[in-house]
């Protein structure tokens, strides 16, 4: 089990089905009890793999240093309407949230291929 300093983190996938675009088609979040997102995985259409930390994106830019989380506000307010497994449809975009494992999130987390 991964130590972090005793607090509780919840991992979640987001399957994003929209128009082709250079958007992700999967995200993977890490979320702590407050709502934070100090990690995120996006995945491709292509299979391709970008890993974003808080811990990166402060270091590479000052303006964000300090920052606690990748998301604006709660992650849990930004998904209230979202239910686990379901897909809620917005325009031609439709989007599904399932609560998944640690390991998973790590397995996605250490298989990505650049950015670290």
Request: glycine share 12%; aromatic share 12%; net charge negative.
């Amino acid at each position: 089990m991964l130590d972090n300093g005793g607090m509780s983190f919840f991992y979640y996938r987001c399957d994003w089905i929209h128009p082709e675009s250079g958007d992700p088609v999967i995200i993977y979040y890490e979320v702590d009890a407050d709502g934070d997102v100090p990690r995120l995985v996006d995945v491709f259409a292509d299979g391709r793999r970008e890993c974003v930390s808080v811990a990166d994106v402060s270091s590479r830019n000052r303006e964000m240093a300090g920052i606690s989380s990748l998301v604006e506000g709660s992650f849990y307010d930004g998904v209230r309407n979202v239910v686990d497994g379901l897909f809620i449809c917005e325009g031609q975009e439709r989007i599904s949230l399932t609560l998944t494992s640690a390991e998973k999130f790590e397995t996605e987390w250490l298989g990505s291929t650049g950015g670290h």
